[in-house]
């Protein structure tokens, strides 16, 4: 239901995807998601309602906070998530989409 929402935001705002990975075919472990943690500055993470933004270099969170935003239930990098940047997106909330994409 996200990913669908998220594909349908990118097109909508006409924003070009350099790379399109089906989370049901190619599943992110834990140990897949830290390292993509690792790899950014900031990650906005999307669950319901509730929007968790993480600013890596200030707040240095351990892997434990960082797999608690990642992960979903199955233990696998949540979807949909979308890597700017040095920003990581994950779950879709159009109003972090928009300060991120512009």
Do not use: W
Request: aromatic share 4%; glycine share 6%.
């Amino acid at each position: 239901m996200t990913c669908g929402k998220t594909q349908e935001f990118l097109a909508k705002n006409k924003v070009e995807t350099v790379e399109i990975v089906d989370a049901k075919k190619s599943t992110k472990s834990a140990k897949d998601a830290l390292v993509l943690a690792r790899e950014v500055d900031e990650i906005y993470a999307a669950k319901g309602k509730k929007l968790v933004h993480i600013d890596i270099r200030k707040e240095k969170p351990d892997a434990e906070a960082l797999k608690a935003v990642l992960l979903g239930p199955t233990g696998n990098l949540r979807a949909p998530t979308l890597k700017v940047g040095r920003t990581l997106l994950v779950g879709f909330d159009p109003e972090s989409y928009r300060r991120v994409l512009g």
